[in-house]
Structures are given as C-alpha cells and as structure tokens.
C-alpha cells in the first residue's frame, strides 16, 4: 500500500555522523529539511555510535588536540593508505575543512575531551568525543530536533525517482510505501557490510565467518540503486576495513571494545595449531586491520592469539574472558585444536627465541617482542574479522554531488560519509578519517543540498 505524497527542501537520507550533519546543515542554509533513518531510535547513530574521535589537521596546539598536524602531514597519511586512490582535489578540501570542522561540531552541540587532562594518551592528529561515539550522536540529535528538522527513524529509503528538477523516493515504513519530494537528496547511509549475501559475493564462504562490529542497517540498499541508476563507483568493491576482534563478540554492533590489543605480545595459531604470520611485524595501530585481514584469510576465518601468564601483563585484556588452562595440551583441546600440534608449535617457538625480542631458526620468524610462551597458566583469545565497513562508493565532486561516469551531477543527488568515502581513502583506512569525512561533506552536501533546492 503507497501512502500520500510529502514533500520538503532537502531530504537526508541516514542516521549517523554524516547524515546529521548534512541536516543540520542544510537547516542552518534555510531549507525545509526531513531526515530518515533505517535505523529504530533506539539504534540510532549508525557506525558513528562506536566512534571515538576525529583527525584534524592543525597548525598549533587546541584546547582538544596538542602538538601540530600540518596539512602536509595529513596529506602524506593519506598518501601511505590510499596511493594513488586518492582524489586529490577532494583530499585537499577535506584537509583544508578538517581545521574548522571542531568548531562547527562544538557550535552544534558536540563536546571534546580536553588535550590536557591526563585521561588519554598523548595525540597530536586526532581530537576524542566527551563521551563518546553515543554523546556525539545525543548532541547532534538533539541540535536537529531543535532547529527543526523532521527526524523520522523505522524508514528506509529504497529507491529514487529523479524528475522535472527534484527528486522522489519511495520510502518502507512499517510496511507500508510513502512518496516523498525534494528538491535535493543527500544518501548518507554507510557501506553494505550488513549484507551477508553481497559480502560472500565478494569473499566466499569466508564472509560467513566475519563479525559486523557496527551497524546491522549497512545493507547498501542505496548504494546498489545508485550504482544501477548511474552513479561512477569508486573503491574496491572486494575490500573492507576488518580488524581483528574477539571471536566471541555479537555478530553486529559490538563496536570498539571487541578489538583484541595484545595479538603482537604472543603468538597467533591458526585452528590447526600452526603460527603463520610475524606477530611482531606490526606494533603500532596497524596491527588491528593488519591482523583483521590475516584472521579474514585464514581457514574457517578463525584463529587464536596464545599467550602465557607473564605475556599477558603486557597488553589490555578482551572484554571477554580468556580461555585459560594449566598445560598448552591442555588449552588446545579447549579450543579444538590438537594438543600435539599446537605443543609442537610452542615448543619450536619457544626455542627459537633470542635475547633482544626476536627468533631465530623458524618460519615465519617473529621479529619484535618475542618471548616464550612458558609460565602457566596459559591463556587464549578466539580471533575472527571484525568488519567496520566495505570500501566501494560513489564519485562526488567538491560540492558532494554524486557524479556519473562522464562527469556530470546525477541529478540533485548528494553524498556524504562512508558511502563516499573512497574518493580519499580507496580501500585504505587512517584512524579517525571516517568521521571527520563524514562531518566535512556532510556539512557541504547539506548546504549545497540546500542551495539546489532554491533553484
């Protein structure tokens, strides 16, 4: 059943960091704006309820953010993750917007904790939400119902309609159909990791092994109409940002504290006992996606992080309790793995480490932080991908419009967030980039947004 029509200026379509923010924006430009979220209230907030904070360039110390991040900095971690994906005109104006953005967001309610209080370690790129991913969202929310936005959660948009200068689209809400007019549409809604089925088109039978930690409304239902109505794809449709987390998290929504931090300090085995990587290879931020990929690869998607009882002083534990037992036979069979295999492993292991923190005599060697596995109780940590989002979108251009594959503006369509995202970021990741992307050309898209409707 198809209910009547509505309309407005701008319509937003998301829940998240980017969605509010083109609202908001486009409220702030003067337009009649309606924003609808997937989502249920109670879900409201997208990936960004996870988050924790934004990388921003900066030429001297804020009250948020210390030292200095210049723009040549920013530009040059760009550079290592993404190559030449890069769209260079889009990165400059994401750097150059990223100074400013801070002060936008506090101007719409958003709070950063102080650089200065002792409560978080030293950094010098990125400036952390007070409270949180969830506080963030709380603020933002809170400025669009006040400034009037028509906020309507438990309502997906699925398909488009461009005509005579605006454009309709069909929205699901409780089953029922409803056609809403705008003048322009801003689609902010995230990649398609909670789609099972285009996830195994992509990876297999492994893509069944993978833990969603965000959002379960990702399914990409806006993504695939616009890349069938036109839109230029940009990114890589077969690769995600994967971390490595507990094996034991839910399968959507476990967010940032499913992350295991001490996978460099042991070994990693996969399920038939064996070691195949350099845990020490990679010991700074890089190791999560580094080892989330590796994880994602593995037979059955599983491995397990080995640690002993000295080890395991040296890095945070999961949220989950680990598997702990008093013999290495003994925490293999607890893990299904066979006792003599996975004694062997840490067996040849352990004689093969050397004073200084590395190995010799085995393959793969492990270069850093090398100790043996010796003292019980012994302990471990079930390992699978945890996927934070997929890295295929749409092409915009400075003003966030989506782009065809000629060049010109789909229409009076939009984009802002992860759905654009790999226009700067290819199918590379740079800690606190996605939400600062998502606050920058959220910002533009809803003032541009704003201003094509007037027209």
Not at 38 to 65: C, M, Q, Y
Not at 384 to 395: I, M, Q, Y
Not at 429 to 447: E, H, K, N, P
């Amino acid at each position: 059943m198809t209910d009547a029509l509505h309309e407005c200026d701008v319509l937003v379509a998301g829940g998240g960091n980017a969605a509010l923010c083109a609202a908001i924006s486009a409220r702030r430009s003067g337009a009649d704006v309606m924003m609808l979220d997937s989502a249920p209230k109670a879900l409201r907030g997208g990936n960004a309820r996870h988050s924790r904070n934004f990388r921003i360039a900066h030429d001297e110390p804020t009250p948020w953010v210390q030292g200095r991040y210049p723009a040549g900095d920013y530009r040059s971690d760009l550079q290592a993750v993404a190559g030449s994906a890069v769209d260079e005109t889009l990165a400059h104006l994401l750097i150059g917007e990223s100074a400013g953005i801070l002060d936008w967001m506090a101007g719409n309610g958003v709070r950063f904790q102080s650089a200065t209080d002792g409560v978080l370690p030293y950094s010098r790129k990125t400036a952390f939400f007070l409270g949180g991913g969830k506080a963030l969202i709380n603020a933002l929310y809170a400025t669009a119902d006040g400034l009037g936005v028509d906020v309507r959660h438990d309502s997906e948009v699925c398909a488009f309609h461009p005509a005579d200068g605006s454009t309709a689209v069909t929205v699901l809400r409780d089953g029922r159909k409803e056609t809403i007019r705008a003048g322009a549409v801003v689609v902010a809604t995230g990649g398609f990791q909670a789609d099972g089925d285009w996830l195994r088109d992509r990876w297999g039978e492994a893509a069944d092994g993978f833990i969603i930690r965000g959002t379960p409304h990702a399914t990409g239902r806006l993504l695939r109409v616009l890349l069938d109505g036109g839109a230029d794809p940009v990114g890589a449709p077969g690769h995600c940002h994967i971390v490595a987390v507990d094996g034991r998290s839910p399968g959507f929504d476990g967010g940032i504290v499913t992350r295991l931090d001490g996978v460099a300090h042991g070994i990693v085995v996969d399920r038939d006992g064996r070691r195949f990587a350099d845990e020490g290879e990679h010991v700074g931020p890089t190791r999560f996606s580094v080892w989330g990929d590796r994880v994602a690869r593995c037979p059955g998607t599983v491995a397990f992080s080995i640690f002993d009882s000295t080890i395991e002083r040296n890095f945070r534990p999961s949220i989950f309790p680990a598997v702990r037992a008093a013999s290495i036979g003994e925490l293999a069979a607890k893990l299904d793995i066979a006792p003599a295999v996975l004694e062997s492993t840490v067996a040849a292991f352990n004689a093969a480490v050397r004073a200084g923190g590395h190995t010799e005599g085995i393959l793969p060697a492990k270069t850093r932080l090398a100790a043996p596995v010796a003292v019980p109780p012994f302990g471990a940590y079930p390992m699978r991908a945890g996927v934070t989002s997929t890295c295929l979108g749409v092409r915009v251009d400075c003003k966030a419009r989506v782009l065809r594959s000629n060049g010109s503006p789909l229409g009076g369509i939009f984009a802002a967030g992860v759905i654009m995202a790999p226009n700067i970021l290819g199918h590379g990741y740079l800690a606190g980039s996605a939400m600062t992307i998502g606050a920058v050309f959220g910002r533009i898209a809803g003032r541009e947004a704003a201003a094509h409707a007037r027209r």
